[in-house]
């Protein structure tokens, strides 16, 4: 068990909805990360947090969107979904980001149908 | 520019060892990480470079040279359970992890 809880684990919706995936970091851990991992394709960064702040993107669609609250948890939106958005989301966390390694939640699921 | 590469598969016996490598381009980092991801499952820390040299734990070792911006993941004594796929992953000083295409090891007895 590696700390990192995210919900829901799986999720099923229709193209053009929206849905909010959410993680919880470790305890102690102040940087999350989230990825997508889409069949047969490597993790892809997403968009990084720090202590509350944004503080580094990837090649992020501008229909995701996401946040870290005072308590450190995050929130990933996923809007105008489509089909090319079925993938693993992984979140992640770190005590500080750098030279310390990434602890991984166990994903979310998600299917668009 | 920036890139990672890894062997897309590997197969190897049961009992043997095998050395998985990945090779990067990058104009900085702080670090190579490996990561264990079985299938449909969170990737796990196996281990961690940020100087040159071999670092070893257990039945796992890593290697890292920043001048030949290469690294490799040897695993001994090979058991079943370590059929998965091997992520190697530079540390762009904490903004983001970048990870490789990951090669996926499959252990026969």
């Known amino acids: 068990d590696s700390g990192v809880t995210q919900t829901p684990k799986h999720l099923i919706t229709a193209t053009g909805q929206r849905v909010t995936l959410r993680c919880s970091p470790r305890s102690g851990d102040l940087s999350v990360y989230w990825y997508q991992q889409s069949l047969d394709q490597g993790l892809q960064f997403l968009i990084q947090y720090y202590n509350g702040e944004e503080r580094a993107k990837g090649n992020i669609l501008e229909r995701f969107s996401a946040q870290q609250f005072p308590d450190l948890h995050s929130e990933l939106n996923l809007s105008s979904l489509e089909l090319g958005d079925s993938a693993l989301y992984f979140c992640?966390?770190?005590?500080?980001?750098?030279?310390?390694?990434?602890?991984f939640g166990n994903g979310t699921r998600l299917t668009v149908t | 520019g920036q890139n990672i590469d890894q062997p897309t598969e590997m197969t190897a016996t049961e009992g043997a060892i095998v050395q998985i490598n990945c090779t990067y381009q990058t104009s900085g980092f702080n670090g190579l990480f490996w990561y264990q991801q079985h299938a449909g499952e969170a990737p796990t820390f196996l281990s961690y470079n940020v100087l040159d040299g071999l670092e070893e734990k257990g039945r796992f070792s890593s290697f890292l040279s920043r001048s030949k911006g290469y690294s490799y993941l040897l695993l001994k004594e090979l058991q079943m359970k370590d059929s998965a796929s091997y992520l190697c992953?530079?540390?762009?000083?904490?903004?983001?992890?970048?990870f490789g295409p990951g090669t996926r090891l499959s252990v026969l007895p």
């Open positions: 992640a966390s770190s005590v500080r980001g750098s030279n310390s390694p990434l602890h």
């Open positions: 992953a530079w540390d762009n000083y904490g903004q983001n992890f970048v």
